[in-house]
């Protein structure tokens, strides 16, 4: 019988990975707590209708990206492919929102239905800030200044760098968009045939291109800075002199724009040229329409996501996820002989309630002495505690540093301070 596979693009987090993730994890969790966020958890599945009417119909996601499926009870639903919407419907559902102030954070998978290729899959996971109630150019300060206080926590403050734009309001962005459409159909032969096709439906993303060919074209093309109108310019210049006054450096793109209808106002991305093609290790930017647009009261809000799988790939490519986060016991104990076992347990549990902080494996599964001290050197366990007759008779075990090999007789009522001992001074 033929073995079942993981689909392709869902990949499997082994235990020799997962280390890495739980490091990134505690770090970014931890500056997230430094600014007051709070942790929100959501389910993967949600009615169709909400990225429908929250992406947009007519962006890549919705139109090609989606997993969708019928239930048994004929609803449509669709595998999260992010988390925005969803922590808006929540946060609306439960009354988190009118004339309140939230400061949210979520991580799990999203689905997306793309092409597979490294540091991009089907099922990818995203940690996402979402924030609601704040209309001022300050929260969007703040949560770039939080972003580049994860970068310094993991050690890649330079390795990104920070892009902003402001795209304006919905009326802004319909003004541009017909003179922008009014300028490419003069050049619709030219442009390649992803942005012919978005001339029709999402125009604004054609300044996105990666075709150089298109790139070009883009060059004369009206600037959508030139449209906005006065609010919106006064809330980007409020948030650039806020970045100057903290030191934050960034660039002005004036041709960023994100691939999701609901963004408004400030956008922007950090990016590095660490990952080839797949540079952009967060994006995000406000909301302020989304709310309303789900059924709720006008709320303001911003937020962005960063992809588990790309970050990890930088802090791995750059040497950057300390040794000392994977997982390894720090005490491996055995018994030379079956007759032994017992004591051996019991020797182990004593640790673990005496060293609560300290890993304790125990050999199961039987095998000699030469054995069970293969698979403690392999464990990566600094001490190994050995039970023999002698031991037993005397009421000791014998301790061995695996790192030099050094091996003493203690006294079972003295193990605890000895381990800690030992592996103090290995540390």
């Known amino acids: 019988m033929a073995k079942i ?27 997230l707590g430094a600014y007051g966020y709070r942790e929100i958890r ?14 947009g119909e007519v962006t890549d996601i919705v139109e090609k990206e989606m997993y969708t499926f019928e239930d048994r009870n004929g609803d449509s639903l669709t595998l999260r492919p992010e988390g925005t919407a969803g922590c808006v419907r929540a946060a609306e559902e439960h009354g988190l929102l009118f004339n309140q102030i939230q400061r949210l954070w979520y991580t799990g998978p999203m689905f997306r239905h793309e092409r597979p290729q490294k540091g991009r899959y089907r099922q990818f996971h995203q940690i996402g800030v979402e924030c609601f109630g704040m209309a001022g150019p300050d929260i ?9 206080r994860m970068w310094k926590a993991l050690g890649l403050r330079d390795q990104v760098r920070l892009e902003l734009n402001s795209l304006g309001t919905a009326e802004d962005r319909k003004q541009y968009q017909q003179a922008l459409t009014d300028y490419l159909e003069q050049h619709r032969e030219q442009l390649d045939e992803d942005s012919q096709r978005r001339l029709g439906t999402n125009p604004l993303r054609i300044l996105d291109t990666k075709v150089p060919e298109t790139q070009a074209i883009l060059e004369d093309a009206p600037r959508l800075a030139d449209h906005i109108g006065e609010e919106s310019r006064a809330h980007f210049q409020g948030l650039c002199q806020l970045l100057d006054a903290t030191g934050l450096p960034y660039t002005v793109n004036s041709n960023l724009v994100r691939g999701l209808d609901y963004y408004g106002k400030t956008v922007f991305e950090w990016v ?14 406000r ?25 990890i790939l930088l802090l791995e490519n750059s040497q950057l996820i300390p040794e000392s986060v994977h997982d390894r016991p720090d005490i491996y104990v055995m018994a030379m002989g079956d007759e032994l076992r017992q004591d051996a347990f019991a020797v182990a549990e004593t640790l673990r309630d005496q060293c609560s902080d300290l890993s304790v494996v125990s050999h199961c599964g039987g095998g000699g002495f ?40 203690v006294a079972r009522q003295d193990l605890a301070a000895a381990c800690y001992q030992r592996l103090g001074a290995a540390n």
């Open 5 to 31: 596979q993981a689909i392709r693009g869902m990949n499997d987090i082994l235990p020799d990975q997962s280390a890495s993730w739980q490091y990134v994890e505690r770090v970014l969790g931890k500056v």
């Open 42 to 55: 959501l389910p993967i599945v949600e009615k169709t209708e909400l990225f429908q009417r929250s992406i």
């Open 140 to 148: 969007d300060a703040e949560v770039l200044l939080m972003t580049a």
């Open 272 to 285: 590095t040229d660490a990952l080839g093609a797949q540079g952009t290790v967060c994006a995000g930017g």
């Open 287 to 311: 909301y302020d329409g989304l709310v309303e647009q789900l059924g709720g009261r006008s709320t303001p809000a911003i937020g962005f996501a960063m992809g588990m799988e790309r970050l």
């Open 370 to 409: 030469k054995s069970q001290m293969k698979k403690a050197d392999r464990s990566g366990a600094r001490l190994a505690i050995i039970i023999g007759d002698d031991e037993k008779a005397a009421g000791e075990v014998s301790l061995k540093d695996m790192t030099n090999a050094e091996q003493v007789r």
